[in-house]
């Protein structure tokens, strides 16, 4: 079955310190895959995607993400956390054979401290 | 452009009532869809339409219709309505066009309704 993990509940940084946001997948073929950012109370917002070239893809707010196909990894990035990174963050993959229904994993909260 | 917008924000519903949630976008997207969040659980896809008069069902449809009559607009319908729905609703949509490829581009989210049932 496809689906999108994301192995942490939660990550706690420091406010200046890098931050890594872990997202792996199991779709066949050559996904497309997002990243989102949902504040409270608001809907999901767009960060970046991967569709196909640079493995390093840059996004909204300073963050990019890491695409690895061999170990099927899309990991979210940023150089220097800020307070207001502080929010639920999710992966998403979305097949691009046989359909468009995107998979969303279960989100990781991202807590920056000041 | 507003994006998506939902209505309402908030409902709470008695066991057995029905409702409708509103969903319009002004993006003049062809694809829309309606998920449900439920804490640690991401985002469970109920419906989806891929244009006007055109619906399918998502992983999760039972006890939900909807209708999608102009691409403006896609309502959710709650019959009989049970405490499993309580939820927060999302509505959704993206363009996708075959030539550019299905499914990559993101979706555009509204603020959610946040139903609750007692």
């Known amino acids: 079955a496809q689906s999108v993990a994301q192995p942490e509940d939660q990550v706690n940084v420091a406010e200046g310190n890098p931050l890594t946001v872990k997202c792996t997948y199991s779709v066949s073929g050559n996904p497309y895959l997002f990243w989102y950012v949902q504040y409270p109370n608001r809907g999901l917002q767009f960060l ?15 963050f990019e993400a890491e695409f690895n196909k061999s170990q099927t990894s899309f990991h979210l990035k940023k150089p220097s956390a800020l307070v207001s990174d502080s929010a639920l963050y999710f992966c998403a993959v979305s097949p691009n054979t ?3 229904k995107t998979i969303f994993g279960a989100g990781t909260r991202l807590f920056v401290k000041a | 452009n507003a994006g998506v917008t939902q209505t309402p924000k908030f409902r709470i519903l008695k066991i057995g009532q029905s409702m409708t949630l509103q969903c319009t976008q002004d993006m003049n997207h062809n694809y829309m869809y309606w998920y449900r969040q439920d804490p640690g659980m991401g985002l469970k896809l109920i419906y989806y339409s891929v244009g006007a008069g055109i619906t399918d069902k998502g992983e999760v449809p039972n006890g939900y219709n909807v209708s999608r009559s ?41 603020d959610g309704t946040r139903l609750s049932i007692l």
Do not use: M, W
Request: aromatic fraction near 14%.
């Open chain 1, 48 to 62: 970046l995607k991967y569709i196909t070239g640079d493995n390093l893809v840059k996004g909204s707010y300073g």
């Open chain 1, 98 to 100: 046989g359909g468009f």
């Open chain 2, 70 to 110: 102009t691409t403006e607009d896609f309502p959710l319908r709650l019959e009989l309505a049970a405490p499993s729905q309580t939820s927060v609703y999302f509505c959704a949509s993206s363009y996708s066009s075959r030539t550019g490829g299905l499914g990559n581009q993101p979706q555009h989210f509204g």
